[in-house]
């Protein structure tokens, strides 16, 4: 199969291009049906490759080239890819989470009028995401990189009818370029050091470059800054929650298996640099940190059900961002595994109620679904419990690894893990919260939607089946010594991150040590994190089933709960000082500097040359004798000129 890998960007290639191509004369069921295999045959090609490749022997990669591309003096850089541990980790989960969307989607959009446009964009999609992990050098995963910005656009912004879902598209599109501007900074000081964009060549040429020491740190913010805005955390994370106004099939591809995870996927590839660069790895953590704590608070007061998935999606990234911070690479990885099965699961769950109540997404207008969609409260259920990391499912496995981690971090890992629990507390909450109030509660749902409430058809509810076993097994990689103590993901990462530790070890001197904790506290540090699960779920059972707590609309709330509500206003702060401002130069540039000042400039040019034009013209008569006459004075002249100066 590695052989033929290359088919594996190939078909989603021809996919988007049957659909484009026939966008008004394919069926439905003929475009959905393309569209679904041109993902669904390269995670089968995926996964052949996976065992031909023996993931935990080989220590090479397989490079393949498709095309030249650039060639500039000493500068060249291919089509090429590199298949190893790291890129076919995420091509599995991009094509295989990516093909249960695509079949999904065939249910959910089967009466939207752009269906065939939608798996364009999707196919589209999946191809820029598979070059961004599987490019072998920065320039081609930059391209991927832009790509994922363009279909996030198209497929956020997808009904553009509607002023809300283009406005979201043009956010998401105009914050991740403000992070674009980090990686460009990046290849720019890593080409200027090592003099390629190849990653191999990377590797290769920083231990042998001792001046890359002294701007390793910046190098790392750098790219940094590129992940935090495609990987929304603390400063630019507002766009994501803005992207549900996308279908919800969108939703679940940007928030599990492709745009969310590529900041990520860019730092645990060039994890050369970020395990030695200490300063930035600190900031990675903290930032990580908090993103998670503040996205959690404002998860828990919002009452729409998309918004509370993209809150917690927020805050989980932060806990895979601190994961790689504190040099947990494999904890971060397994997070987003088990981040990609637990959160489509949860959206498309998620989608599923939507379509039964015809696109209502307000929990007050919710309640006592359980009776009706057996299916998709199971699954659900299952996502809620997984995310909140209750055990044995798989979000406890990957959050407690993280946790752990975080403990015996040498650099304020104590204040970092209670922030970390208290986060794991506040998840708990809120998804309990919404589990119990969209499927248990009493039920507040119009007349008109219960007459008509239904389970979802098959497409997408074995969609959902599947994710929810991924969302209770795949946890099992890796597990504590008081589970079988298995590190499979250990052992998988470990030719991937070899290079780095190998850096760390001579620039440190000596080999590095690795910290391990005794048993009984790694047992009292898991006994925390599931108290702290459990006492959120039970406080949201306490509230909203044996209390009954009823949502107040949002203008109701008072105090903080309403700076909550609010996100404390950090979207109107943006505005009053960043966007208004910079329309304010934007219109002072085009209607004064431009058009008084440039304008008045250059046509001040032009006139001042027609009047001088129009003044010679006037020499120009076309009469001899007018000739003749410019030849005598100029005669007379020049011999005037002879007589006072001398020959």
Partial sequence: MLEIFYLVLIFPVLGFLFNAFLINRASSRVAGTIGTLAVFIPFLIALGAFFEFHPLERTAPHLFTILPWIRIGGFAVDFAYQVDQLSLYM??????????????????????????????????????????????????TFLGWEGVGLCSYLLIGFDYEKESASNAGMKAFVVNRIGDVGFIIGMGLIYWYTGSLKYIDIIASIPLISEFQSVINWVAIAFFVASVGKSAQIPLYVWLPDAMAGPTPVSALI??????????????????????????????????????????????????????LAYSTVSQLGYMFLALGVGSYVGGMFHLMTHAFFKALLFLGAGSVIYALHHEQNLRNMGGLYS?????FITFAIGTFAISGIPPLSGFFSKDLILEKVFIYPQGGMVLWLLGIFTALMTAFYMFR???????SSTRITESNRSHIHESPMTMTIPLVLLSI???????LQTPFF??????LDQYFQPILQSGMDLQARWAGSPMQSVHLDHSVEILLVAI??????????????????KAKILLEEKDYRGFANVLVNKYFVDEFYDRFFVQNYLKLSRWVAFTFDSKIIDRFFMGIGHSLMGIGSFLRKFQTG????YALYIVVGTILALAFVLVKGV
């Fill in 91 to 140: 091509t599995l989960i991009i094509t295989g989470i990516g093909t249960l969307i695509h079949l999904y989607s065939i249910g959910y959009m089967k009466k939207d009028s752009g269906f065939n446009r939608f798996f364009v964009y999707l196919n589209l999609f999946i191809f820029s995401m598979l070059n961004l992990v599987l490019a072998d050098n920065l320039v081609l």
């Fill in 255 to 308: 928030h599990a298996a492709t745009m969310v995870t590529a900041g990520l996927f860019l730092i645990v590839r060039l994890n050369i640099i970020y395990i030695n660069a200490e300063s930035a790895s600190l900031v990675i953590a903290w930032i990580g940190c908090l993103t998670a704590l503040f996205a959690a608070t404002i998860a828990i007061f919002q009452n729409d059900i998309k918004k509370i």
């Fill in 372 to 376: 009706y969609m057996r299916i998709t």
């Fill in 434 to 440: 919404l589990l119990f109030l969209v499927f248990l």
């Fill in 470 to 476: 991924g969302a209770i097994v795949s946890g099992f």
């Fill in 483 to 488: 589970m079988g103590n298995i590190k499979l």
């Fill in 529 to 546: 994190s599931i108290i702290a699960a459990v006492t959120g779920l039970l406080v949201a059972y306490r509230f909203f089933l044996s």
């Fill in 623 to 626: 009469f001899v004798g007018d």
